[in-house]
Nanobody, 123 residues
């Protein structure tokens, strides 16, 4: 079991930037596919970005070019850099992790470990 803890959410004006972080433990966990999800008010949770063990990234169309998913060198911290934020980006953001073949790693994969979420509000 991998424990995930998000941070970095907050309030920002449209056009601004935020960077979310997600710390994974224990060190050396075997998850090889990580992702960020968003749940907007009144909507279902949706996958917006994923990162596989071979560093392949996949983004939802509406964040492509504005959001960047990455990890640190030790792969214990997952990031989501969000630029040019829009009011429709408002929601609770969750990080997720699982172990799967790199070909199956995407925002639509089934994730077995989840963080508690961090709120992002864009006005």
């Amino acid at each position: 079991h991998v424990q995930l803890v998000e941070s970095g959410g907050g309030s920002v004006q449209a056009g601004g930037s935020l960077r979310l972080s997600c710390t994974a433990s224990p060190y050396g966990h075997d998850s090889n596919c990580v992702a960020w999800f968003r749940q907007a008010p009144g909507k279902e949770r949706e996958g917006i970005a994923s990162l596989s063990e071979i560093s392949q990234t996949i983004y939802a169309d509406h964040v492509q070019g504005r959001f960047t998913i990455s990890t640190d060198n030790t792969k214990t911290t997952l990031y989501l850099q969000m630029d040019n934020l829009k009011p429709e980006d408002t929601g609770m953001y969750y990080c997720a992790a699982t172990k799967t073949r790199w070909l199956e790693c995407s925002p639509k994969a089934t994730y077995t470990n989840w963080g508690q979420g961090t709120q992002v509000t864009v006005s």
